[in-house]
C-alpha cells in the first residue's frame, strides 16, 4: 500500500514537471507581457527596461530553472494586471472555484445517480425516457449556450436570479464562501446547473450502463437464486457495485468540472480561477496562466491520487492486488 | 466546537451583511479592471478615472474637458518658461495628513522616476520650487503652452505617507512584488477606497473631510470588473447595477427599452484610424514582390476613396461614430471643422489602383485588434469586403490586444501592412498626434517621435512644423501651424481617418450621471435617487 | 475448448443463435440493421446526420453567397431578419449578421468546417490512437507502460484544456503566420491529441486478450507469424467499439472546436466555423437579433444531437449485452 | 408413494425473439424424490440450465415458461407472483452456479451475505444468523470458519469459493438444490471434492439434488437417476446403472462412450458426428435424426415421445417399434 502510494506520487510529480515545461513554453511565447504591463505611447528604451527587469530577455533554460524553484515553493510572481502576488490572488480565487465545482458535482451526482439507477431499473417506463432524452440534450448542447439562455430567462427576462458573480461572501479565515448568504446560495444556482449539467448526464449514462451491466451478473442471479428482496439486490448489491466505477468517474471528472469552469466562470463573471485564468490569457498574464495551469494540475493529480486509493478502499480485490508487491 | 463557533459567527455575519443598505450604494460594473492604486503605475483610462476618484492633481479637467484648478487653486505664467501655482489650503490627504507644496515636489519627483508609466505627463526640464508651503513655481528649459494640458492624470501623493510605507519609488508596471502604495490608497479625493479585491470587486466610501461641497450624494461605490458584454449587460437590465460601461452599441437598443435603465452616449475623443506600411521597400505580407505599393500615393488614394465611413457608420456602428477628416477629435481641435474627408468614389479608386499598375489589385495581409476598440475587428471586416470590390484581397488577422500589440508596435517591429488603430493624444492636444504618430521615424534628434507610427509615413515638413506648434503660445497662431501640418498629411494620403467612436454608458433610471467625452466615469458627479 | 464443452451459457438474452462468420458480420446482417429499423427516432437522427453532411458538402451549390469571400457581402445587408419576418427580403432565408453574411449561407459553410475539423481531429484521434495501441499491446514492456502512462495522465485532463494547450503552443510556433487554414489544421491537429486515449485503450486491450489466446502460442511455435495472425482477430474485434467512439468523439470533437472558437481560440470570424457564428451571433442576443446565434445554434445543437444519438444507438446495437 | 420433491410436468420454455419464438425446452418430464439425485446430462445448448432455472423461476423476459408445470413437494410453484416464488428460491430451492468466481459479490465479505441470506429467509437474529454462517462453513468444510467469515470472496480459491456458494444454498435448510455444473470452473483435483460435498449435503439433509452437468463421469459417481437432454427434449431418463451400463437412446450411447476410463483424463463428447441443432434449425421429427446412425424414415417426420422401457424411459423410434412389435 505504501509503495503503491508511493510510486504513485512519484507519478505525479513527474507529471506535474511535465505540466511545468508545457505550461512555461507555452506561456513563454503567447505574446509580449510587456505591452500589457505599460501604455501604448510607452518609449521603446522603457519597454526594453521592463522587458529586463522582468528577466525576460535571459536564456529560456534559466527562465524555466528559475521558475520551477519559484513555482515549488509556490512562488509564481506579481501579476503583470493585478500587481499582486500570483499566490495571493489564487488563494483569494481558489474558494469560489472549488465551491462552484463542488456544488456542480454534488448536483450532478445526486441527480445523475437517481436518473441513472432509475432509467437502469424501469428501462421501459416514459419517465427513463425522459431522462434519456434530457442526458442527450444535456450532451448535446455547449455550456456557454446552456449559460446564456439561463441568464437570459432567469435572470434578465424573470429577473428571479442574478445574472453575475457570487453574491454575498462570508470570509472564514482564508475561505471565503457564498453558502451562508441568501444572495451567496441564489447566486451560485444558475453556475452549478450550467457547470454540473454536463456532468450529471454523463454520470447518468455512466450509471445507467453500469447498473444494467451489473445486473447481468453472474452474483446478482446468484442473488436473485437466493431469495434476496428486489430491494436488496437493486441497492445494496447492483448499486454498490455500480458505484465503484461511478466513483472512478465522477472524481476524475472534478478536475474537469475544475477546467470547464473556466467557460461558466466567464459566462458568469464568476470570480473564480477559470475567470481569472481567461483575462490573463487575454492580457497574457504569464504568471497567472502559468500558475493556473500548474494548480489545476496540483488539483489534477491529486484527484487522481485520492481517487486511486479511495478505490482500493471501496473494492477489495483491489486492496489485494496493491498490497501485494509488484 | 470551535467550528460551530466559527459557523454561528459566519451565520450572525450573514445576516448583518444581508440586511439592506443605504439607498446611496451606487454599483459599477466597467469591462476592464482597476489595476494598481499607485497613480503613477499604469496609464490607461479605467485605472485613471478610478483614481480620479481618490487622487487629485494641481489641475483637473470639468465636465467638458476643460482644465481647472483642482489642488492648485489658481496659476499665472511669470515668463513663458516659468509658472507659478497656488495651493488649496486646509486640504487634507484619507489619513489626515495635510496638503502643502512638499507633497507636490515630492510628486513632481515620483512621477518621474524609474517606473513610472507616467513620465510624459510632466516633462523632465520641469523644475519644481517651493517658494512657501502654499506656492510652487515650476521653470522650464524651453515654452510649453500645454503644461497644465498634460498634467492631467498626474495625481498628487502624501510625500509623509509615501516615505513611511516605503513607497517613494513609484511602483514599476513590473514590480514583483507589490509595494504599500500598490495596494493603499492616500488620497485627497472625494472617495476612499476601503476594500480591495484586483479583479473582483473595489468598495469606494465617500469622504467626508472633502475640501469641495460634493455633487453626488452617494455614501459608497461598489465597483465590479465584468468582461463578458452580455453579463454586463444583464447585469444592468436586471438592476444588480446601477451604471455599466461600455454597453456594446447592439444593446443600447435593448437597454433603452427595458424601462429601468438607459444608454448615454456621446462622442469619444478617441480617433480610430487605418494605417499603410509605407516605410518597406517590400510589404511583409503580400504577394507584390519588390516594391511596396503603399509607396505609390494613387494606391493610398484609392484606398481611403474606397472605405465608405458612413457605411461602417451606419451598419457596424449603429450610427455611434462621428466620421473623421482628421486624426483628432473635435473637441479638440478648434478647425477641425475646416477639414473633409475626400468623396467616396470607388470606381475612380479602381481606375487609380490600373494607373499605379494593379489593375486586378493586390493580395495584402491586415491587422486587426478584436478586443481593443469598439466593434474593431467588425470594422476590419466591413474594411477587408469594401477593398475586395476594388480587387485587393486583404486576409485579415484579428487577434486579441495583447498579440495584436506585440506585433505591430515599436518593440514588435511594426510587423505590420495595414493596420487599425486608435489614438487619444495623452495631451488632449494635436501635438501629441502631430509627433508620435503622424512624425518621421528615426529622427536622430528625437527618438521618441514618431514612435507609434506604425506605418512609418514621413514627411520632414510635418515634423518642422510639429516643432514650432510645442513652442509657439498664442493659440491662433498655433491651430494654424497645426492645420498646415494636418493639410499636408492629408494630401500625402498618409492615414486614413475613420471615425471618433461612441461612448456607451448604461445607466440606471435611479442615476443622474455627466458623461465626459474621454470616457473617464466619473462618479463624483453621480446622483442616486432612493431605492 | 471445442464447441461440444463450452459451458452452457444459454441464458435469458442469448439463445444460442449463431450464424457463422464474425461477429460484426452478424450484426450488420441482422442486429444492427434491425435495431435500426425498429428505432424511429434512430431513423430520424440518422436523415438529420446524413442532411447536415449533404447540406456541408453541397454548401457552395445551395448558398446564396460565399460568406468566406468579403467581396461577396454587402454592408448593405446586414442585419436584415429572417424571410418570414416583417423586414425578411429576398434571398436572405435566415436573415443576415451585420457584416451582411447570409446566415443560412454561413451555416452551411460554418456546417462544412466543423465537421471537418470534427471529422478529420477524430480520424486523426484514431489513427493515432490505434497505432500506438497497436505498439502498446504487441511491443509490450517499457513501451507499454510509456504509452499508457501519457494516456493515463491525458485521460485525466479535459479535453478542451488539452486542445487550448495545443492551440495556444500552435499559435505561438506559427504566431502570425496564423491564417484561416493553417487555424483549420492546429485545430484538427488540438483535437486529434485530446482524443486519441480511448481507442489506444480499447485496441491495447484487445491486443492482451488475444495475445493470450492458445493460437497465439501455438502460431508462435510452429513459426507463423503470429502478429499477423493477432491483426487480423484484434481489427475486426475492435471495429465495433471504435466505430462507438468515433461516433460519439465526434460530436464531442465537434463541441469542442464550437468552445474553442466561443472562447476566441478556434476559427477566425472571417471564416467562421458554427461554433464561431455562435460566439459571433452572441452579442447580438439581447439586441433582439436572435437569428443570428439561433440558428446557427439551432444547426449545432441538431447535428451533435443528431450524431450524438445515432453513437447510443451503434452502441447498443453492437454490444447485445445493453439491449 | 410419497409425493417427490420436484416434479416436473411437460415443461416448455420458449424465448421470444423478433424474428421466431424459439423453444428452448420442449415437453420436459422428470420428478426427484427426497433425498434423491437426479443428474441432468447433456451438450451445451441441450436445455439443462435452462430448467434448472426455470424450476427457480429465474427465466427473464424475452423467455418464458409457456406451458406445463412444476410442482415443488406437490405445491406448483411455475405460475407463482414474483414476491411468492422469491421467497421459494433460497428458501425451499437452493441454487449453486457455475462459476464460483463470479457467483459472489465480490465487495461483500462473504459472512455479509450468508448473514443476509439467512436473515431473508428467517427470523433469526444478526448474531444468530452470524454463528450459524460459520456453522455453514464449517460444515461445507471450509477451515478457520470464524476468520473466514470475514474475508471477501477473492481472498477464497475457486474450490473454497464452490464452497461458500454451496453453503448460501443450503443455508435456508431447502428441500431442493439445483446445482448447475457445480464442477466445471473447477480444477480436477478440487472436482471430486465438491461433488462428494454435495452428495454428502443431499444424504445428510435428506434434500433432492438436481445436478446439471455436462460430465458423465460425475453422473455415473454421484447420481442415483439421471436424464439425458438433448435439443430441449429428454431423450432418456432412468437409474443411473442402467442408463451408464445399457444406454438405450443413440444419443445416450454415443455420450455414455465418452466416459473416461480413468478420471481427469479426455472427457471430451467426441464419438457423436457432427452438433446439436440451433434451437432455430431443429429438424422435424426426432431432433437428433440428422446425427444418428440408426435413423429411419419415421425419425424425421414423427417426434418420439419418451416411453418407458425397464426402469428406463427413452424417446426413440427404435424402442416404439420393438414396443409395438412386442403388443402385436
Known amino acids: 500500500m505504501l509503495a503503491f502510494t508511493l510510486r504513485r506520487a512519484l507519478q505525479a510529480i513527474g507529471v506535474m514537471i511535465a505540466v511545468g515545461i508545457i505550461s512555461f513554453s ?140 457570487r453574491g454575498e461572501v462570508v470570509r472564514l479565515g482564508w475561505w471565503t464562501t457564498g453558502l451562508l448568504t441568501v444572495s451567496g446560495l441564489k447566486a451560485l444556482i444558475m453556475p452549478s446547473i450550467t457547470l454540473g449539467l454536463f456532468q450529471m448526464t454523463l454520470i447518468m449514462r455512466l450509471v445507467r450502463a453500469e447498473m444494467l451491466e451489473v445486473l447481468r451478473t453472474d452474483y446478482i442471479r446468484f442473488a436473485r437464486a437466493r431469495g434476496l428482496t428486489t430491494r436488496a439486490i437493486h441497492f445494496g448489491h447492483a448499486l454498490k457495485n455500480t458505484l465503484v466505477p461511478v466513483i472512478t468517474v465522477a472524481g476524475l471528472q472534478f478536475g474537469s468540472v475544475i477546467a470547464f469552469a473556466i467557460i461558466t466562470e466567464t459566462v458568469f463573471q464568476w470570480p473564480g480561477m477559470g475567470l481569472m485564468f481567461v483575462q490573463a490569457v487575454q492580457n497574457v498574464d504569464i504568471p497567472i496562466m502559468a500558475a493556473y495551469l500548474l494548480m489545476v494540475s496540483l488539483i489534477f493529480v491529486t484527484i487522481n491520487l485520492v481517487v486511486d486509493i479511495l478505490y482500493t478502499i471501496v473494492d477489495p480485490r483491489l486492496r489485494a492486488t496493491i498490497s501485494r508487491p509488484a | ?125 520641469a523644475k519644481f520650487s517651493k517658494v512657501d508651503d502654499y506656492t510652487v513655481d515650476v521653470t522650464l528649459d524651453s515654452p510649453n503652452p500645454i503644461l497644465t494640458s498634460q498634467w492631467d492624470g498626474w495625481y498628487i501623493m502624501d510625500k509623509k505617507w509615501c516615505e513611511e510605507n516605503n513607497s517613494i ?31 473582483v470587486k473595489t468598495v469606494f466610501k465617500a469622504n467626508p473631510n472633502w475640501w469641495r461641497k460634493p455633487e453626488h450624494n452617494l455614501k459608497e461605490i461598489i465597483f465590479t470588473p465584468i468582461g463578458s458584454d452580455a453579463t454586463r449587460v444583464a447585469a444592468l437590465l436586471s438592476g444588480e447595477v446601477d451604471v455599466i460601461e461600455p454597453v456594446p452599441i447592439q444593446d443600447i437598443q435593448r437597454v433603452n427599452s427595458s424601462g429601468n435603465a438607459s444608454v448615454m452616449t456621446g ?54 461614430s462621428t466620421p473623421s477628416a482628421l486624426m483628432i477629435a473635435p473637441q479638440l481641435y478648434p478647425l477641425f471643422k475646416d477639414f473633409r474627408r475626400p468623396k467616396l468614389d470607388p470606381d ?46 486583404v486576409n485579415l488577422l484579428a487577434q486579441p490586444k495583447a498579440q495584436y500589440f506585440a506585433k505591430v508596435l515599436k518593440p514588435g517591429g511594426y510587423q505590420t501592412s495595414f493596420f487599425l488603430l486608435g489614438w487619444t493624444p495623452a495631451s488632449s492636444d494635436s501635438h501629441n498626434v502631430l509627433h508620435d504618430i503622424l512624425g518621421c521615424r528615426d529622427d536622430p534628434k528625437d527618438s521618441t517621435r514618431g514612435e507609434a507610427s506604425l506605418g512609418g509615413y514621413c514627411n520632414k515638413e510635418v515634423d518642422a512644423l510639429t516643432d514650432k506648434v510645442l513652442v509657439e503660445t498664442d493659440t491662433a497662431k498655433r491651430d494654424q501651424l497645426i492645420k498646415q501640418a494636418y493639410e499636408i498629411v492629408i494630401k500625402d494620403y498618409g492615414y486614413i481617418p475613420l471615425h471618433q467612436q461612441g461612448l456607451a454608458w448604461g445607466v440606471s433610471k435611479k442615476v443622474k450621471l455627466t458623461q465626459r467625452a474621454d470616457n473617464q466615469v466619473l462618479l463624483y458627479w453621480a446622483t442616486k435617487q432612493e431605492d | 475448448m471445442s464447441d461440444a464443452v463450452v459451458p452452457d451459457r444459454t441464458d435469458s438474452n442469448a439463445p444460442s443463435v449463431r450464424p457463422d462468420g464474425g461477429w460484426f458480420r452478424r450484426a450488420f446482417e441482422s442486429d444492427l440493421f434491425y435495431s435500426f429499423r425498429r428505432s424511429r427516432l434512430t431513423m430520424l437522427a440518422a436523415a438529420v446526420t ?94 507499454d507502460s510509456v504509452i499508457m502512462r501519457i494516456a493515463d495522465v491525458q485521460l485525466t485532463f ?35 491529441l485530446s482524443f486519441w486515449v480511448q481507442y489506444a485503450r480499447t485496441v491495447r486491450g484487445s491486443v492482451m486478450v488475444e495475445k493470450n489466446k492458445d493460437y497465439v502460442a501455438a502460431a508462435q511455435l510452429i513459426g507463423l507469424p503470429a502478429q499477423k495472425i493477432m491483426l487480423r482477430h484484434v481489427l475486426p474485434n475492435t471495429m465495433g467499439p471504435i466505430l462507438v467512439i468515433a461516433t460519439i468523439n465526434l460530436a464531442l470533437a465537434i463541441i469542442t472546436e464550437a468552445t474553442l472558437s466561443f472562447l476566441g481560440s478556434g476559427m477566425p470570424d472571417t471564416m467562421p466555423s458554427l461554433g464561431t457564428l455562435i460566439r459571433i451571433g452572441n452579442n447580438y442576443l439581447f439586441a433582439g437579433e436572435w437569428w443570428i446565434v439561433a440558428f446557427p445554434g439551432l444547426a449545432l445543437a441538431g447535428l451533435i444531437l443528431s450524431i450524438n444519438l445515432l453513437g447510443d444507438w451503434l452502441r447498443d446495437a453492437l454490444n447485445p449485452k445493453l439491449r | 408413494m410419497t409425493v417427490p420433491v420436484l416434479s416436473v410436468r411437460d415443461l416448455k420454455v420458449e424465448f421470444v425473439t423478433r424474428r421466431a419464438t424459439l423453444r428452448a425446452i420442449d415437453g420436459v418430464s422428470f420428478d426427484i424424490a427426497k433425498g434423491e439425485v437426479l443428474g441432468v446430462v447433456g451438450e451445451s445448448g441441450a436445455g439443462k440450465s435452462v430448467t434448472g432455472l426455470a424450476v427457480i423461476g429465474l427465466i427473464d423476459p424475452p423467455g418464458r415458461i409457456s406451458g406445463g408445470e412444476i410442482l415443488l413437494s406437490g405445491m406448483r410453484i411455475d405460475h407463482l407472483p414474483a414476491e411468492e416464488i422469491r421467497r421459494v428460491r433460497g428458501k425451499r430451492i437452493g441454487m449453486i452456479f457455475q462459476d464460483p468466481l463470479t457467483s459472489l459479490n465480490p465487495l461483500y465479505r462473504i ?98 439434488v438436481m445436478l446439471v452437468t455436462h460430465d458423465m463421469g460425475v453422473i455415473a459417481e454421484t447420481c442415483d437417476r439421471v436424464a439425458v437432454m438433448y435439443s430441449g427434449r429428454i431423450a432418456e431418463i432412468g437409474p443411473v446403472q442402467d442408463v451408464v451400463r445399457n444406454p438405450l437412446h443413440p444419443y445416450a450411447k454415443g455420450l455414455m462412450g465418452a466416459i473416461p476410463t480413468l478420471a481427469g483424463e479426455d472427457k471430451r463428447l467426441v464419438q457423436i458426428p457432427g452438433s446439436m441443432p440451433r434451437l432455430s434449425a431443429i429438424p422435424p421429427g426426432c431432433p437428433f435424426n440428422p446425427r444418428c446412425a440408426f435413423a429411419f424414415d419415421r425419425c424425421r417426420v414423427e417426434r418420439p415421445e419418451p416411453l418407458p422401457n425397464g426402469a428406463q424411459a427413452v424417446a426413440c423410434h427404435l424402442y416404439d417399434r420393438a414396443a409395438e412389435e412386442s403388443a402385436a
Open chain 2, 348 to 393: 475612380g479608386a479602381k481606375k487609380l489602383l490600373a494607373d499605379a499598375g494593379y489593375p486586378d489589385g493586390f493580395e495584402l495581409t491586415m491587422d486587426c485588434p478584436n478586443d481593443r476598440y469598439v466593434n474593431d475587428a467588425a470594422i476590419c471586416q466591413a474594411v477587408v469586403g469594401m477593398l475586395a470590390r476594388i480587387g485587393v484581397k
Open chain 4, 111 to 208: 459472512g455479509d451475505q450468508i448473514v443476509e441470506t439467512i436473515r431473508t429467509h428467517t427470523n433469526l437474529s444478526e448474531s444468530a444468523a452470524r454463528k450459524r454462517a460459520i456453522d455453514l462453513l464449517a460444515e461445507v468444510g471450509i477451515p478457520a470458519p470464524e476468520k473466514r467469515v470475514d474475508g471477501y470472496p477473492h481472498e477464497f480459491s475457486g474450490g473454497m469459493r464452490q464452497r461458500v456458494v454451496i453453503a448460501l444454498a443450503i443455508c435456508a435448510e431447502p428441500e431442493l438444490i439445483i446445482a448447475d455444473e457445480p464442477t466445471t470452473a473447477l480444477d480436477v483435483s478440487v472436482q471430486a471434492q465438491i461433488i462428494a460435498l454435495i452428495k454428502r449435503l443431499g444424504r445428510d439433509h435428506g434434500t433432492a
Open chain 2, 169 to 199: 519609488a513609484p511602483t514599476p508596471a513590473a514590480a514583483t512584488t507589490p509595494s504599500f502604495a500598490s495596494l493603499h490608497e492616500n488620497g485627497t479625493g472625494p472617495f476612499m477606497i476601503e476594500s480591495h479585491q484586483p479583479g
Open chain 3, 50 to 143: 446524413v442532411l447536415f453532411f449533404l447540406l456541408a458538402i453541397f454548401a457552395s451549390v445551395l448558398a446564396v453567397q460565399n460568406p468566406f469571400d468579403p467581396a461577396q457581402l454587402q454592408l448593405m445587408n446586414s442585419r436584415i431578419s429572417p424571410l418570414w419576418t416583417a423586414d425578411g427580403q429576398s434571398p436572405f432565408l435566415l436573415g443576415t449578421d451585420e457584416q451582411g453574411r447570409d446566415v443560412f449561407s454561413a451555416i452551411l459553410y460554418g456546417l462544412r468546417i466543423s465537421l471537418t475539423v470534427g471529422v478529420l481531429g477524430v480520424v486523426l484521434a484514431g489513427v493515432l490512437g490505434i497505432t500506438l495501441g497497436l505498439i502498446a499491446g504487441y511491443v509490450g514492456g517499457a513501451v
Open chain 1, 26 to 165: 507555452m506561456f513563454r511565447f503567447a505574446g509580449d507581457p510587456v505591452n500589457q504591463i505599460v501604455s501604448i505611447d510607452t518609449s521603446a528604451a522603457e519597454r526594453a527596461s521592463i522587458r529586463q527587469s522582468l528577466g525576460l530577455d535571459d536564456p529560456v533554460l534559466v527562465q524555466f530553472g528559475r521558475y520551477l524553484v519559484n513555482a515549488a515553493q509556490f512562488k509564481f510572481g506579481v501579476s503583470y494586471q493585478f500587481r499582486q502576488p500570483v499566490s495571493t490572488l489564487l488563494m483569494e480565487r481558489m474558494p469560489a472555484t472549488l465551491e462552484l465545482a463542488i456544488c456542480a458535482t454534488v448536483l450532478a451526482m445526486v441527480f445523475g445517480i437517481l436518473m441513472g439507477v432509475y432509467s437502469a431499473l424501469r428501462r421501459d417506463t416514459l419517465l427513463a425516457k425522459l431522462f434519456q432524452a434530457v442526458s442527450l440534450i444535456g450532451i448535446s448542447l455547449p455550456t456557454f449556450l446552456i449559460g446564456i439562455l439561463l441568464i437570459y430567462l432567469f435572470a434578465v427576462t424573470l429577473g428571479w436570479l442574478p445574472s453575475f458573480g
Open chain 2, 1 to 125: 466546537m470551535s467550528v460551530r463557533h466559527h459557523l454561528l459567527a459566519a451565520i450572525s455575519l450573514a445576516i448583518v451583511a444581508t440586511t439592506p443598505v443605504s439607498a446611496q450604494t451606487l454599483r459599477y460594473a466597467n469591462q476592464g479592471e482597476l489595476k494598481s492604486l499607485d497613480p503613477y503605475t499604469l496609464k490607461e483610462t479605467t485605472t485613471i478615472a478610478h483614481h480620479g476618484h481618490v487622487y487629485e492633481g494641481l489641475v483637473a479637467r470639468d465636465k467638458e474637458l476643460k482644465i481647472v484648478p483642482a489642488l492648485a487653486e489658481s496659476w499665472e505664467t511669470l515668463s513663458p518658461t516659468k509658472w507659478r501655482f497656488h495651493l488649496r489650503k486646509g486640504v487634507k490627504f484619507h489619513n489626515g495628513d495635510p496638503f502643502t507644496a512638499d507633497d507636490v515636489l515630492f510628486s513632481a519627483e515620483r512621477v518621474r522616476a524609474k517606473g513610472s508609466n507616467f513620465l510624459s505627463n510632466v516633462p523632465a526640464d
Open chain 3, 158 to 192: 479535459p479535453a478542451i484544456l488539452i486542445a487550448l494547450l495545443v492551440n495556444g503552443v500552435a499559435k505561438s510556433i506559427l504566431g502570425n503566420r496564423l491564417d484561416a487554414m493553417s487555424t483549420l489544421v492546429v485545430l484538427v491537429i488540438a483535437i486529434g
Open chain 2, 267 to 320: 462622442p469619444e475623443i478617441r480617433t480610430i484610424f487605418l494605417g499603410m506600411d509605407m516605410a518597406r521597400d517590400e510589404l511583409l505580407y503580400s504577394n507584390i514582390k519588390g516594391k511596396n505599393p503603399f509607396k505609390d500615393i494613387r494606391v493610398r488614394e484609392a484606398f481611403y476613396k474606397t472605405i465608405d465611413v458612413e457605411l461602417i457608420k451606419n451598419r457596424v456602428m449603429r450610427g455611434l
